[in-house]
């Protein structure tokens, strides 16, 4: 009914109608007006704008136009240091990537073999273990040994000695964060200074160097016995997968590396046969 009094209202628009009311209640309670539908559609047009004229204008001269907008600007804020901490995060990421680029180029460039780094603490155990099999002084010469190495033929034996523990702390500092598995937080957090260098728990061998935007460099190293120890937040690594290192070695240094870290600090985990342990039962007071 409604449709079709518009389309009648727009058909005759330039014509003058004669609208009457009826009261049925009044006697002889009728009243007419005359229209034109033309002017009818104007005056709607003409209070609609009328009344978005008081809105803008309430907005404007008013405490409800301030909060609107604030709302508004804070919300655009709010986007805008989300895509800055997202910025931070990629530019963290190109920062460790180009430092990582330079100490290849730097390795290239002096032609340094870093297939195995081998220091003399591991040539004196390789010494002393060539003595305990062949039951006397040894056969081999130092260098006889170290060659052996580096073509894989180091003796299983030398990483068959359970691990010390408790041992020293890996990298000098102060813990912030406990081991708290209810909350996934399988590790021991250690705050230290930016560059701050982290050793090895104990000989074992690099089985994962990873890099990662949440946790910077991520060194694991598999020891004996069904413990291995991870290594996370690093900022430079100086070691590779499958280097052999014995306990106290320099495996990287520590940095504010990757976006779930807030400072400077490393993360420590020690998992035996697939299980987190608390690392403080194997690090001394």
């Known amino acids: 009914m409604n449709t079709e009094l518009l389309k009648t209202l727009i058909r005759l628009k330039d014509k ?21 539908p033309r002017q009818f559609f104007l005056g709607i047009v003409a209070l609609l704008a009328f009344v978005l004229m008081v809105f803008m204008l309430t907005l404007m001269f008013t405490p409800l136009g301030e909060w609107v907008y604030r709302s508004k600007e804070s919300k655009i ?23 990582q680029l330079g100490q290849m180029r730097s390795i290239i460039r002096l032609n340094t073999d870093t297939t195995l780094n081998l220091d003399e603490r591991l040539q004196s155990l390789l010494v002393v273990q060539n003595q305990g099999v062949l039951g006397g002084a040894p056969r081999n010469s130092p260098q006889e040994l170290l060659n052996l190495s580096t073509q894989g033929l180091i003796s299983s034996s030398l990483l068959k000695n359970e691990p010390i523990f408790p041992t020293a702390y890996p990298i000098e500092g102060t813990i912030s964060r406990l081991f708290n598995p209810d909350e996934e937080h399988f590790g021991l957090d250690i705050a230290a200074t930016d560059g701050a260098l982290v050793q090895a728990l104990a000989e074992g061998t690099i089985v994962n160097i990873n890099w990662t935007i949440a946790n910077g460099y991520v060194i694991s190293i598999q020891h004996t016995n069904g413990l291995l120890s991870v290594y996370k937040h690093c900022r430079t690594s100086y070691k590779r997968e499958g280097d052999v290192v014995v306990k106290g070695d320099v495996i990287a240094s520590v940095g504010n590396a990757g976006v779930q870290s807030t400072a400077s600090h490393l993360h420590l985990e020690i998992w035996k046969d697939g299980l987190p342990q608390d690392p403080e039962i194997y690090l001394l007071k």
Do not use: F, H
């Open 16 to 36: 003058w109608l004669r609208l009457i009311l009826i009261d049925e209640s009044v006697p002889d309670g009728s009243r007419e007006y005359q229209i034109l």
């Open 77 to 99: 804020n709010k986007q805008i240091e989300q895509v800055v901490g997202r910025l931070d995060a990629l530019q963290d990421s190109l920062d460790i990537r180009d430092e």
